[in-house]
């Protein structure tokens, strides 16, 4: 089932001699439950591309259709609640509250939608990311891998229709990064989560069932793994 579409996605900067073109026309879609990692060169558009995706910044011509609708037809107070609902943001930088602890930066989607999170959803999603013994504690409390794994846990509490995630491992040691990868692993199959990653590692990107390359703001290639 398509869960993500995207049609003629363009994106440009400036005007006249100063204008740059960031994303030229991109289209594809994705499969729910589809693990696809987005690879190039920096510069090359692929952040440009997953914050279009995430509707954090507004194409200059183009459509994204998640789970049906074209998101960009929503004005700013509907794309931000649709974004809280249906798109979990993984960032490189964690992004928590910092008066917050690691429990409270998970449940911040629901609570900001006025809804408590369920105790037992909310034990097993501090289990499956291995930071119950972590729960009541602040982010400057927490370990890089930690902070990251609260991030996850933040993204997929609301069961969104996808996961877009920002070069999440890094900031990150190599241990760190592996675990961070098996992680949204088992969220992408547990959960059926549809993911959509950019990286710059090759071995990570190797671990998506898809790697979409981009280059000059163009997908040059678009490709099945195994």
């Known amino acids: 089932m398509e869960i993500l579409r995207v049609e003629n996605l363009t994106k440009e900067y400036g ?13 594809f879609s994705v499969e729910k439950g589809e693990f696809v990692a987005i690879v190039g060169a920096s510069g090359s558009g692929k952040s440009t591309l997953l914050h279009m995706l995430g509707g ?8 994204v259709f998640i789970e049906g609708t074209d998101i ?4 700013n107070d509907e794309l931000a609640i649709f974004r809280r609902r249906q798109v979990g943001l993984i960032y490189q930088f964690y992004n928590l509250i910092p008066i917050l602890n690691a429990e409270e930066n998970i449940a ?3 609570r900001l939608d006025g809804k408590e999170v369920d105790k037992k959803v909310m034990d097993d999603l ?4 291995g930071i119950e013994n972590r729960r009541s504690h602040l982010p400057n409390e927490l370990s890089g891998g930690q902070q990251q794994r609260v ?3 933040r993204a997929v509490v609301n069961r969104p229709a996808i996961m877009l995630a ?8 190599s241990k760190s990064s592996k675990e961070i990868i098996e992680l949204l692993k088992l969220s992408n199959k547990k959960y059926n989560q549809t993911l959509i990653m950019i990286t710059h590692d090759e071995n990570i990107a190797l671990e ?5 390359t981009i280059e000059d703001g163009k997908i040059i290639s678009d490709e099945r793994n195994g």
Not at 208 to 212: E, H, L
């Open 126 to 129: 501090l289990k499956t990311l």
């Open 151 to 153: 991030s996850i846990g």
């Open 72 to 75: 960009y037809s929503l004005n």
């Open 15 to 27: 005007a006249k001699n100063t204008k740059v073109v960031a994303l030229d026309h991109i289209s």
């Open 166 to 173: 920002d070069e999440p491992t890094g900031n990150l040691d």
């Open 56 to 63: 954090v910044d507004r194409p200059s011509s183009g459509k």
């Open 208 to 212: 998506a069932d898809r790697i979409i």
């Open 108 to 110: 911040l989607p629901c």
